[in-house]
């Protein structure tokens, strides 16, 4: 079954799915079924919850990544439930889909969030997720003398695309640095397009993330990464969910079905960095294996975060630089981007874990 339009542009799971931000507009194929019945999840309380026969949560994925962290850790297997996956490169589009109603949750970053606040979406964040370490950097091409971190943009011509990750990687790393959007020249493209544009000396600089960075830097012997961004919002991804979905009997349960099989396969991954480098930086983009398992480890593996916890602050910041530079019409406060519901479950698969 396949939902959307085919495109060109690779698969991009990226800095161990740190996507969100990867930012291309288009809808890429996809929408897989697997189905079972009949099972019971727990809840925050710790009681039994029952999933209806014949409940289908369809979920929002950027090209297979979460299909592919389930996959590694066999916890894809056995659904109590039909799962109904369409996937899509980027928050943006995913975005759209929700506004059309034809999925009921799916993963984005910080940014994504906000603008989906920001349009008055009718999305909260039910679960969330960090790495240790960002992955975006600032790079620049060979030759370069005259950028050696942020504040060298002043003036300069900078590639990142519009209400992305990476946006949000360059107007905090800019903020940081005593300047605003203003001060630089944007030019907005995909990442997936960055590496030409460089090299054809269409910009000065990019806001490039792994692997991308890596490919990048194998075809232009001399480019370097000069700045890292690794402000939280940097680093985070959330599973999003509609306020009908949660408030469903049955979806809601399957939701917190799902939410501790994300759990406890991130936990899994982080403990086999070689499984991840391998299915993603090598068979995806064909990266040596020590400079894929390299990557990796860089990125510290991912954990699960309280919702809304520490990040709200970092959020909340980013969400005000964002309305500073004209990019969404209103302010927002973030806390209400956040559901508490399924922390509890967050907490007891974490807990399943930690007793394993």
Known sequence: MSRGRTSPIPALLVGL????????????????????????????????TKIPAGT??????????????LGLAGEDKNFPY??????????????????????????????PLIFAQAAKQDITAAAGWAVGKGSYGLVVPPGTKDINGWK??????????????A????LQALDTAGLKLSD???????????????????????????????????????GKVVAQANEVTDRSNFLIATKDALNDKGKSAALA??????????????????QIAQAV????????????????????GTTFVTLPGDVVKAQQRLANLFFLAGEIPVKVDVKQQFSTKYNGVVQAAQNQQAAK
């Open 152 to 165: 060298d943009l002043k003036g300069k011509k900078v590639i990142y695309q519009q209400g992305t990750a």
């Open 257 to 274: 079905d799902y939410i501790s099989r994300l759990v406890r396969a991130y936990a899994y991954t982080k403990a086999h960095p070689d």
């Open 56 to 69: 289908t949560l369809r979920i929002g994925d950027q090209l297979k990544a979460l299909q592919t962290v």
């Open 184 to 222: 630089i020249t944007p030019v907005n493209l995909p990442l997936t397009q960055a590496s030409a544009a460089l090299q054809g000396g269409s910009a000065d600089a990019a806001v490039l993330v792994e692997p991308l960075t890596s490919v990048y830097l194998q075809s232009a012997p001399g």
């Open 167 to 170: 946006e949000a990687a360059i």
């Open 281 to 300: 930086y090598v068979d995806q983009y064909h990266l040596p294996a020590d400079r894929a398992l390299e990557i990796v480890k860089a990125g510290g």
């Open 17 to 48: 799915f740190v996507i969100v931000g990867l930012c291309c507009s288009a809808v890429v194929a996809g929408a897989q079924t697997t189905t079972t019945t009949g099972a019971t999840t727990t809840g925050k309380s710790g009681s039994s």
């Open 82 to 111: 039909t799962v109904e996956y369409s996937a899509f490169v980027g928050g943006p589009p995913m975005l759209q889909a929700f506004q059309a109603g034809s999925i009921d949750a799916g993963f984005v970053g910080s940014t």
